[in-house]
């Protein structure tokens, strides 16, 4: 698909967001701000935005645990998240689901997994609900490299394809398992020749490009919708940050951290928007209002009140539930 100058421009503005949520997130945690780990995804921000970009309203997208873009792009507030973060009652899951489980039932954002590959077979679930209620409903499923070697891995792939689900399998290959080379891990050189095992389409696409991920959901989704199964997408990205909080990253080198910096999936699509008639001040005119909205965000969250203790049961087993 082509992306019209509207779509670039919010796209650009989704990115800005989503990099600019995990900064400050990166500060708060930090600072102390906010208890557990985080994990964050600086760097691959096209791929979040370019798989909304290619589906339709009403589709599901089941995150891993580094799933803040994916909230963001498919419409949670940046109030809503810092609060999560911080265990503020104002939260997404008032406070309870923290970076991790963060979620939202009404915009269709499935509650991330801690456990590596464990929302594939969460995937096929909604995606079989779709079938057989007849709707045009996708699920997009993420997942990291290092998933592609968990058990649930094979079994979701396997039966999103017998069963012909409507769902796509995103792989954000950003060449590390946590610190864990993926070449040390898979003999292939490409993950997503693996599909053709399951008798699904694999593709390779540059997840640094907002347009060419876009392109490629939209494709794969216009399959599932017409009862032509599952695809596989292999987005190649990257994390300019560590895998969490406290990795160094001297598993790589910074020669290849500088390589992947110069393709900058914002930077990019800045000079798409300046190439189709943007002007700079009117670029930086939407960082500066990206910037003030996630300045305005965070402050409130970080003074909004934490849940009320009574209330530590709700949302827990129906039979654990004391207070409402």
């Not at 600019?20 to 780990?37: I, P, T, W």
């Not at 970009?53 to 419409?75: F, K, S």
């Not at 939202?104 to 590959?117: F, K, T, Y």
């Not at 003999?187 to 347009?211: F, N, T």
Request: charged share 20%; hydrophobic share 40%.
């Amino acid at each position: 698909m082509s992306l019209s100058t509207q779509q670039l421009e919010e796209a650009y503005a989704e990115m800005l967001r989503i990099r600019g949520f995990e900064e400050r997130a990166q500060e708060l945690y930090a600072k102390l701000h906010f208890k557990g780990s985080t994990h964050l995804g600086i760097g691959q921000e096209a791929v979040a935005v370019g798989a909304r970009l290619g589906l339709q309203e009403g589709d599901l997208v089941a995150p891993t645990y580094r799933g803040h873009a994916y909230a963001l792009a498919w419409g949670m507030t940046s109030f809503s998240l810092f609060a999560e973060l911080l265990g503020r009652e104002a939260g997404s899951n008032h406070g309870r689901g923290g970076s991790k489980h963060m979620g939202s039932a009404e915009l269709g954002v499935i509650p991330g997994n801690a456990i590596v590959a464990a929302n594939l077979p969460i995937a096929c679930g909604t995606a079989l609900r779709a079938k057989m209620d007849g709707d045009d409903e996708v699920t997009v499923v993420v997942f990291g490299d290092g998933a592609t070697n968990q058990a649930a891995f094979h079994e979701a792939m396997n039966l999103a394809a017998v069963w012909d689900l409507p769902v796509i399998f995103l792989c954000e290959n950003n060449l590390y398992s946590e610190m864990t080379p993926i070449k040390d891990a898979v003999k292939v050189d490409e993950l997503s020749i693996r599909a053709s095992a399951y008798g699904m389409p694999g593709v390779r696409v540059d997840g640094m490009s907002v347009g060419a991920v876009a392109d490629v959901v939209s494709q794969a989704a216009a399959r599932a919708r017409v009862g032509q199964g599952p695809t596989f997408i292999e987005a190649m990205t990257y994390r300019y940050c560590g895998h969490m909080p406290g990795d160094m990253c001297d598993y790589r080198t910074r020669e290849e951290e500088a390589e992947w910096k110069s393709r900058d999936a914002i930077e990019a699509c800045e000079a798409l928007l300046v190439a189709g008639g943007k002007t700079p001040a009117e670029t930086a005119a939407i960082r500066e209002r990206v910037e003030q909205e996630l300045n305005a965000a965070e402050a409130e969250a970080l003074a909004s009140p934490l849940p009320d203790p009574s209330t530590i049961s709700r949302g827990a087993a129906a039979w654990m539930e004391t207070s409402r």
